[in-house]
């Protein structure tokens, strides 16, 4: 394990965090625009595009420093347990291309950061232009991590997907979870944003789609049974079934729980809402994780040890998270301009 | 019991996906032999596709 592998990991999750945020701030501020018949539905969605800024400026933090870092020193990379990996002047070489655009990226993030119109009375339309603009500039990124000069079709399309769905699975299942923790101190919140998860997995499926269908471009000349490739297929094994119980029964449950005024759920449907999301959130970071790691040593049954007790790890979290988060509901002041 | 945790055919189908892949981990683990791995496969994107145009 190389500390070079553990950067690059840190700058593919971060990209992918705020493209994820990027996506849905802009889903909710289009939601937001289109239901302005609906005050209450308006005004929730757009506190949700508001408040995903938090997650954008995490990431952007977080892959502008493992970008930086990367650029003076340098790089190794990889997925799902089946990848090529790149050559180092492959990797060093798309570092310098994509400078100018990270350069633009953070002009933009900074300008957003400060300007008083962003930070207080943005209004739907400008939430969104905001995030799609981010949006465009991440998805180049996060998809352009190996230039491959005169290289095999197959292989760029591979980078490009095998980078690019990150934000669709990664990102979105941390966006999910951001806005499950964030609505779990109130009802309304609940009634808006939990009938939205089936259509947020959706995108979740569709991003893993693309990584295997990615993976059947390089079948089978880059496979190795090796511990890591074990490890990967067992994960994606467990978080498709997690993630089909996840969107399904229990989403249903709540669904007919919040619209039908029935009893709340009950302590064991909780547990089991925490336990997926732990298992869904882990099994995410775990695929990604460990595909940058080339040299990994450990054997099947240890990270498989390490896993679980991952799991228990983001359990806890979300546990201390329910416990002191203060944040209010609802918004005391929203601005929505009246359409012109 | 089982129609009552999986409502739709899409669900049922990627359940199955995500156990055909758990099951091939074990079968190339032991024989080398990808043909579950890519039966699961398979049916993972039947799944999605369903899901795709599931209401």
Redesign the interface.
């Known amino acids: 394990m190389q500390w070079f592998e553990l950067i690059s990991f840190m700058r593919q999750a971060g990209l992918a965090i705020a493209g994820a945020a990027c996506l849905w701030g802009t889903v909710f501020g289009i939601m937001s625009y289109r239901n302005k018949a609906n005050m209450t539905g308006s005004i929730i969605y757009q506190w949700l595009a508001r408040r995903l800024m938090w997650l954008l400026y995490t990431g952007a933090i977080i892959s502008v420093v493992g970008f930086v870092i990367l650029l003076l020193l340098f790089p190794a990379s990889a997925h799902e347990g089946i990848t090529l990996v790149p050559e180092i002047a492959e990797i060093t070489r798309a570092l310098y291309a994509t400078a100018p655009v990270y350069i633009a990226w953070l002009l933009l993030l900074v300008w957003g950061f400060s300007s008083l119109r962003f930070r207080t009375h943005l209004t739907y339309k400008g939430w969104s232009w905001f995030y799609l603009l981010n949006f465009f500039l991440i998805a180049v990124l996060i998809s352009f991590y190996v230039d491959i000069e005169g290289g095999p079709l197959q292989h760029v399309i591979f980078y490009a997907f095998h980078g690019f769905h990150s934000i669709f699975t990664l990102g979105t299942v941390i966006v999910l979870d951001f806005i499950f923790l964030s609505s779990k101190s109130s009802q309304i919140l609940q009634q808006h944003i939990i009938p939205l998860f089936?259509k947020i997995?959706?995108i979740i499926?569709?991003g893993?789609?693309l990584d295997?269908l990615s993976v059947?471009l390089i079948f089978?000349e880059a496979?190795i049974?090796s511990p890591r490739f074990?490890f990967a297929?067992?994960v994606?094994?467990?978080?498709?079934?997690?993630?089909?119980?996840l969107s399904?029964?229990l989403t249903?449950r709540m669904i007919r729980t919040l619209n039908k005024g029935e009893e709340p759920l009950s302590g064991r449907w909780l547990l089991f809402a925490d336990i997926a999301g732990s298992i869904s959130i882990t099994s995410w970071m775990s695929i990604t994780f460990i595909d940058f790691f080339d040299g990994i040593t450990f054997s099947y049954p240890q990270l498989l040890g390490i896993y679980v007790v991952a799991i228990a790890m983001v359990y806890t979290g979300h546990a201390v998270w329910e416990k002191f988060d203060t944040t209010s509901p609802i918004p005391h002041v929203m601005v929505i301009e009246p359409r012109t | 019991m089982l129609s009552?945790?999986?409502?739709?055919k899409s669900?049922t189908i990627?359940?199955l996906?995500?156990?055909?892949?758990?099951a091939?981990?074990v079968i190339?683990?032991f024989h080398?032999d990808?043909l579950f791995?890519k039966f699961?496969?398979f049916f993972?994107?039947i799944?999605?596709l369903l899901?795709?145009f599931?209401r």
């Open positions: 089936p997995s959706k499926w569709i893993l789609a295997s059947l089978p496979v049974l074990f297929q067992t994606v094994g467990i978080l498709i079934m997690n993630g089909i119980l399904g029964v249903r | 009552r945790v999986f409502r739709r669900e990627m359940f996906a995500g156990a055909c892949i758990l091939s981990v190339i683990m080398g990808f791995w699961a496969k993972y994107g799944g999605v899901i795709i599931d």
